[in-house]
């Protein structure tokens, strides 16, 4: 699970680069991204411009992320493409995270 | 290989039809998809059918893999026809029956509460499939249903 992290302008980018979060996946996304985010306090954009599907499985491990990280740290979404948009939209997840269409330009190119 | 669709409600004359069998794993599964997903009869439809399709068979194919095979592993027969009021898509496994030998109910996850991370699978499907079909044969189970497709 290739997931790679950096800090930015005050907040930790993490870049999926898998096309896929489904269910031969999910848990090494969940260990990974727990990984990834130890030690770090400050909000969290997830960029899945890369992941063409996501799962029920998936999913599930995102909404696990954002409770593993806690109320007091935030988790915010960049680049969802159209099914991974539609999934979230279908489940109106869309509603629980906030949703960035594209990763936003200032982080793009930090770090 | 005649299609084992012993209770698929849709007639009528199929422009194809895309049999598939696989083993009835969570890697078996994405290749599968993959599979099924590069097939040009299956590629040249719209993005938005086909992730729809993408969507509806991964879940699908994935509660089998959890629930008809979590004891016993198995195999799964996809048969996908191409009707003219949609997709026709029939997957049968030989793994333990439904509960109540009924489709669960796929209720909308509650957000009010603490956040759930399962669940969504069944009201995926229950939403973007249309007649759906659930029959227990013998030892298999097989579900039927449409999904809409669009150019």
Redesign the interface.
């Given at each position: 699970m290739d997931v790679q992290a950096r800090t930015a302008e005050g907040l930790l980018l993490v870049q999926v680069r898998e096309e896929r979060i489904d269910a031969a996946a999910a848990i090494r996304f969940k260990d990974r991204m727990r990984e990834v985010t130890a030690g770090w306090a400050g909000p969290v954009i997830l960029d899945m411009s890369e992941v063409k599907f996501l799962d029920s499985s998936g999913l599930g491990a995102v909404v696990a992320v954002m409770k593993l990280l806690g109320p007091e740290q935030r988790l915010e979404l960049a680049g969802l493409t159209p099914t991974v948009e539609k999934v979230f939209r279908l489940t109106r997840m869309d509603s629980v995270f906030r949703i960035h269409p594209v990763l936003p330009e200032e982080y793009r190119n930090a770090g | 290989m005649q299609a084992e669709v012993a209770c698929c409600p849709e007639t009528g004359d199929a422009a194809w039809t895309i049999r598939l069998a696989l083993q009835g794993d969570?890697?078996a599964?994405?290749r599968g998809?993959g599979l099924l997903f590069t097939d040009p009869r299956l590629a040249a439809l719209s993005?938005?059918s086909r992730?729809?399709a993408?969507?509806v068979l991964?879940?699908v194919l994935?509660n089998i893999?959890?629930h008809a095979y979590a004891l016993v592993p198995g195999g799964v027969e996809v048969t996908i026809r191409l009707l003219e009021r949609g997709l026709c898509c029939c997957i049968r496994d030989h793994g333990a029956p439904m509960p109540g030998l009924e489709l669960p109910p796929g209720q909308?996850?509650d957000?009010s509460d603490e956040?759930?991370?399962?669940?969504?699978?069944w009201?995926?499907i229950r939403?973007?499939a249309r007649n759906l079909r659930y029959c227990r044969g013998g030892r298999w189970n097989e579900l039927c249903f449409l999904l809409p497709v669009n150019e």
């Amino acid at each position: 699970m290739d997931v790679q992290a950096r800090t930015a302008e005050g907040l930790l980018l993490v870049q999926v680069r898998e096309e896929r979060i489904d269910a031969a996946a999910a848990i090494r996304f969940k260990d990974r991204m727990r990984e990834v985010t130890a030690g770090w306090a400050g909000p969290v954009i997830l960029d899945m411009s890369e992941v063409k599907f996501l799962d029920s499985s998936g999913l599930g491990a995102v909404v696990a992320v954002m409770k593993l990280l806690g109320p007091e740290q935030r988790l915010e979404l960049a680049g969802l493409t159209p099914t991974v948009e539609k999934v979230f939209r279908l489940t109106r997840m869309d509603s629980v995270f906030r949703i960035h269409p594209v990763l936003p330009e200032e982080y793009r190119n930090a770090g | 290989m005649q299609a084992e669709v012993a209770c698929c409600p849709e007639t009528g004359d199929a422009a194809w039809t895309i049999r598939l069998a696989l083993q009835g794993d969570a890697l078996a599964v994405r290749r599968g998809l993959g599979l099924l997903f590069t097939d040009p009869r299956l590629a040249a439809l719209s993005p938005d059918s086909r992730g729809t399709a993408e969507i509806v068979l991964a879940e699908v194919l994935n509660n089998i893999v959890e629930h008809a095979y979590a004891l016993v592993p198995g195999g799964v027969e996809v048969t996908i026809r191409l009707l003219e009021r949609g997709l026709c898509c029939c997957i049968r496994d030989h793994g333990a029956p439904m509960p109540g030998l009924e489709l669960p109910p796929g209720q909308p996850v509650d957000c009010s509460d603490e956040l759930p991370e399962g669940g969504f699978g069944w009201f995926m499907i229950r939403s973007l499939a249309r007649n759906l079909r659930y029959c227990r044969g013998g030892r298999w189970n097989e579900l039927c249903f449409l999904l809409p497709v669009n150019e």
